[in-house]
């Protein structure tokens, strides 16, 4: 079984200002990594995965995730964020071997001030 | 393109009544989920299904029945609703090792 640990509950920060979103994972296998997003009143929506390869990843809306094995850790940046950034972020894990059901954390709720 | 429908999208229930969400994809997804939504909890997984007419028990199953009869649509159901089932629920869909592509999700309130 996988398990998944969001550090921050909240993190505030300034439009434009860089932000890290924090995410370490425990497995006993080897993971696929996910990260998404919930804007108010809707659905989770992918903003980027590593699946095997490179451990930088690029997702959509200057997104991206550096995936740390030694760490055990999928920490989500972005250099310089906008209003429209402020949503719930949601880092998973799943087995790479198996089921592929995914497991969430519990949520980090970004809020980009003016 | 609809993507994952989820109906209805709001709901009141009375404790003891009974009522079955519906999920329909239009993708051909094998994987089908559903996940409820508490504040401070994340998603936490009630059923799954890796294909026609199967299904399993995720992380919080108590309470909850489910059926997958055709490949497009999954269905929960609350045999006797309880307060403690207050909740958002999100079905969701994806291929075996893809990305998870979600409804909209239900807002279930239990009285």
């Known amino acids: 079984a996988q398990s998944v640990t969001q550090l921050d509950s909240q993190v505030p920060v300034f439009e434009e200002a860089p932000v890290e979103l924090r995410c370490n994972y425990s497995?006993?296998?080897?993971?696929?990594l996910f990260w998404y997003v919930q804007y108010p009143n809707q659905g989770l929506q992918l903003l980027l995965k590593?699946?095997?390869?490179?451990?930088l990843v690029k997702g959509i809306n200057g997104f991206e995730a550096e995936f740390n094995k030694s760490q055990t850790s999928f920490h989500l940046r972005k250099p310089s964020v906008h209003i429209s950034d402020t949503a719930e972020y949601f880092c998973?894990?799943?087995?790479?071997?198996?089921?592929?059901?995914?497991?969430f954390g519990r949520g980090t709720s970004l809020i980009v001030h003016p | 393109n609809a993507g994952v429908t989820q109906t209805p999208k709001f709901r009141v229930l009375k404790t003891g009544q009974s009522m079955t969400l519906l999920c329909a994809q239009d993708?051909?997804?094998?994987?089908m989920y559903w996940y409820r939504q508490d504040p401070g909890m994340g998603l936490r997984l009630i059923h799954y299904?890796?294909?026609?007419?199967?299904?399993a028990k995720g992380e919080v199953p108590d309470g909850y029945n489910v059926s997958r009869l055709k490949k497009q649509n999954f269905l929960l159901g609350l045999e006797s609703a309880a307060p403690s089932q207050t909740s958002v629920y999100f079905c969701?869909?994806?291929?075996?090792?893809?990305?998870?592509?979600f409804g909209s999700g239900t807002q279930l309130s239990v009285l």
């Open positions: 497995s006993s296998v080897s993971v696929y």
């Open positions: 299904s890796v294909g026609e007419g199967t299904t």
């Open positions: 993708m051909n997804h094998e994987y």
């Open positions: 590593y699946l095997s390869g490179s451990t």
């Open positions: 969701a869909s994806s291929y075996a090792q893809g990305k998870l592509f």
């Open positions: 998973a894990v799943s087995a790479s071997g198996g089921s592929y059901i995914p497991t």
